[in-house]
Structures are given as C-alpha cells and as structure tokens.
C-alpha cells in the first residue's frame, strides 16, 4: 500500500514559477511517477511522469521546457517545478504512483493505481 500527498498549489502570476511536492508513505525506489491535472468538466490529462530509475521523463507538449519532475529518494518526494505558467496550467494538480519498469503512457491515467488528493493551482494576475 502506498499514500501520496501533494502540496504546493497557490496562486502564482503568468510568467512566474511555483514547485508542487508529492511526499509518499514509503519509499519510491521501484514506483513510476506520474503527474496529472484537471479542470471541472473536463478530463484528467498527463503531465509528466519519471521513471522508477529516473533515467525517463516524460512530458505532455503543452508543458515541454516549461515544467520539470524530479525524484529526492531520501525524502519520498517527487517535485514537478512549473515554470512559465500560463493562465491555462490553472487545474487541480495531482500525483499518481505505479510500480514497474517503465512509465504508462500519460493518456492513460487508469494505469496508475496510487493517487493523491491534489494541489490547487491558480495562474492569475
């Protein structure tokens, strides 16, 4: 059994920066992590998700140079670092953990079996 919590969210202006941290129960040394967002009425879509290894990241284009996810193994952390944010980043932001060898494909959040209750993230002047 795994527990993630995120926090982070906030208000932030377009342009600038803001770091979301999603802390496990355990540690992440054989988990794949992802993050994921969503708006009301729309679905959950795929952010990033790093490797069990950390030797793959991957990223949704809309967030490609812009947003970075790493692991701190000694704190069973996963950061995602959002820089550049734009009014449309604005979404409730969520991590999700999956053992194994490689990351699931972003499209297809069902894949990942341990979520967290999300960070609220505003991007707003």
């Known amino acids: 059994q795994l527990e993630v919590v995120e926090s982070g969210g906030g208000l932030v202006q377009p342009g600038g920066s803001l770091r979301l941290s999603c802390t496990a129960s355990?540690?992440?040394?054989?988990?794949?992590m992802g993050w994921f967002r969503q708006t009301p009425g729309k679905e959950r879509e795929g952010v990033s998700c790093i490797s069990y290894d950390d030797s793959t990241t991957y990223y949704a284009e809309f967030v490609k140079g812009r947003f970075t996810s790493s692991r701190d193994i000694a704190r069973n952390t996963v950061y995602l670092e959002m820089n550049g944010v734009k009014p449309e980043d604005t979404a409730h932001y969520y991590c999700?953990?999956?053992?194994?060898?490689?990351?699931?494909?972003?499209?297809?959040?069902?894949?990942?079996?341990?979520w967290g209750q999300g960070t609220p993230v505003t991007v707003s002047s």
């Open positions: 999700a953990a999956v053992p194994g060898y490689y990351c699931p494909k972003l499209s297809i959040p069902s894949t990942y079996e341990w």
């Open positions: 355990r540690t992440l040394d054989y988990f794949n």
